[in-house]
């Protein structure tokens, strides 16, 4: 599969002229980083890590159930960042499509995902997917209720614009909220009450030293 084909096939390869105006003209992460906070965003962190763990903890079997909770659901990433973890994760799932919600590096992101696709090749299942350059919150909005299941890695309150600002996403990931789906937050402060919560830790692969915390949530 070409490049050509994997755009035309998975998702837009041009994004809006807001996010290059804001974000796609800073080759720098650290500019991306100040553009942020100058537009009272947040903080454009990067990511990677948090999800890498997840992808690897799942794939390993330390954490199956979230693998089949998420096979045949939608899944949105919130706050994706810039590696094709939460893509990977979803296509091993078995997931019915993937999108990634990335406000500060969609057009990274993007080439990511197409990337790995063409480097697995026919090791990694192919799922439909999309990158949208949005916030999570005004996206969330967006969605119908009941439809989703939603992955959170590394939304830690210090990269959130503000407290009030998490209670909102927290309400919005209730609502939309699939009944058979699954919220899956590692190493995030978003915390949704009135959930079910499962809680696990595991130690990372590549650094047995490091633990890391997983929440599975789902409606009663």
């Given amino acids: 599969m070409t490049k050509h ?25 650290r500019t991306r980083l100040d553009a942020s906070r100058e537009l009272g965003l947040g903080f454009a962190a990067p990511g990677g890590n948090f ?18 909770a998420l096979e045949g659901q939608r899944v949105v990433e919130l706050g994706a960042g810039m590696t094709a973890y939460g893509y990977a ?6 997931a ?4 990634a919600v990335e406000p500060f590096y969609a057009d990274v992101l993007s080439k990511s995902i197409c990337e790995r696709i063409r480097a ?10 999309k990158v949208l350059p949005n916030d999570m919150l005004e996206h969330l909005k967006s969605e119908g209720d009941d439809l989703i299941s939603i992955v959170a890695c590394g939304i830690e309150n210090c990269i959130l614009p503000a407290e009030k600002y998490k209670r909102k996403v927290e309400a919005e990931v209730i609502r939309t909220l ?20 499962t809680e696990k830790w595991f130690r990372r692969l590549e650094n047995p030293t490091v633990q890391d915390r997983i929440r599975i949530y789902r409606k009663p």
């Fill in 178 to 197: 699939h009944p058979e789906g699954v919220f899956i937050s590692s190493h995030s402060d978003i915390d949704p009450q009135g959930l079910q919560v």
């Fill in 96 to 99: 019915r499509n993937y999108l």
């Fill in 51 to 68: 999800t890498k763990a997840l992808f690897e903890a799942v794939m390993s079997g330390l954490a199956d159930e979230i693998k089949s």
């Fill in 89 to 94: 994760l979803a296509a091993s799932s078995g």
């Fill in 120 to 129: 697995r090749n026919e090791l990694l299942p192919r799922i439909p997917f």
């Fill in 5 to 29: 084909e994997i755009s035309e096939f998975f998702g837009p390869e041009s994004l809006p002229e807001e996010f290059e105006h804001n974000f796609g003209k800073h080759r720098d992460r």
